[in-house]
C-alpha cells in the first residue's frame, strides 16, 4: 500500500461528455503528478501540481485540467471526452518536486472507458 | 527527441532463473533512472532510483545498473519467482519536472 488512493476505480463514458478523477496523496506529500497509460503502452505525463499550483505539463489538450486542494488532494477534469482518452489514469505523489531523487508513489489507477 | 526504449517488449522464463532487462534512452540533460514493476491493472511500485554518479544499485533478488556515458541501463532479476510476473518500466527525469516512461517489457515466470 502506497497510502495513495485514487476514485473511482472504473468508470465509462460516452462521447463528448466530462469525467473528473480524484486522488488522496500520501501524507505529508505536496506534490501530486497525473499520468495516462494507454494499454500496453508507458505511462504519458499529464501534469504536476505542487503546493496547489500547477508545475509543468506534458503535450496534452487544454481540455485536460487539474486542480490541486489545500490538503494536497487533487482533481484531474477531462472534458468533451474523445474514444483514445479510454485508458488508465494514474496519481503519484511525492513529498517534493519529481526532479529530484525522492520517490514517486502510485495509486491503483483509474480506468476510464469512452464509448 | 528524449526517448526511453526498452527491450525485450516480452519475456517468458521458467521460476528459479535468472533474466536481464534492457533500457537505453536519449534524455538530456539526465537526472536520474528509476525502474518500476507493474503489476497488470495495477499502478507501478519503485524498485531502485540511480544518479548519474551510481553504477549499479540493488532491492533483494533486482539488480540495476546505470552506465551513464552509453545511456543504458539494465535490471537484474535473479531467482526468479512467479509473483515476479509483471510489467517493467524504466524512466528517465530529464532535470526538470518531467519524467519519460518506457513501454515496458513483460515478463511472465512459468513454473
Known amino acids: 500500500e502506497t497510502g495513495v488512493t485514487q476514485s473511482p476505480t472504473h468508470l465509462i463514458k460516452t462521447r463528448g461528455q466530462q469525467v473528473t478523477l480524484r486522488c488522496s496523496s500520501q501524507s505529508g506529500h505536496n506534490t501530486v503528478s497525473w499520468y495516462q497509460q494507454a494499454l500496453g503502452q508507458g505511462p504519458q505525463f499529464i501534469f504536476q501540481y505542487y503546493r496547489e499550483e500547477e508545475n509543468g505539463r506534458g503535450n496534452f489538450p487544454p481540455r485536460f485540467s487539474g486542480l490541486q486542494f489545500p490538503n494536497y488532494s487533487s482533481e484531474l477534469n477531462v472534458n468533451a471526452l474523445e474514444l483514445d482518452d479510454s485508458a488508465l489514469y494514474l496519481c503519484?505523489?511525492?513529498?517534493?518536486?519529481?526532479?529530484?531523487?525522492?520517490?514517486?508513489?502510485f495509486g491503483e489507477g483509474s480506468r476510464l472507458t469512452v464509448l | 527527441k528524449n526517448q526511453v526504449e526498452q527491450s525485450p517488449q516480452s519475456l517468458i522464463i521458467l521460476e528459479g532463473k535468472n533474466c536481464t532487462l534492457q533500457c537505453n534512452y536519449t534524455v538530456s540533460p539526465f537526472s536520474n533512472l528509476r525502474w518500476y514493476k507493474q503489476d497488470t491493472g495495477r499502478g507501478p511500485v519503485s524498485l531502485t532510483i540511480m544518479t548519474f554518479s551510481e553504477n549499479t544499485k540493488s532491492n533483494g533478488r533486482y539488480t540495476a545498473t546505470l552506465d551513464a556515458d552509453t545511456k543504458q541501463s539494465s535490471l537484474h532479476i535473479t531467482a526468479s519467482q512467479l509473483s515476479d510476473s509483471a510489467s517493467y518500466i524504466c524512466v528517465v527525469s530529464d532535470s526538470s519536472y518531467k519524467l519519460i516512461f518506457g513501454s515496458g517489457t513483460r515478463l511472465l515466470v512459468r513454473p
Open positions: 503519484a505523489s511525492s513529498p517534493g518536486l519529481a526532479d529530484n531523487t525522492g520517490e514517486l508513489f
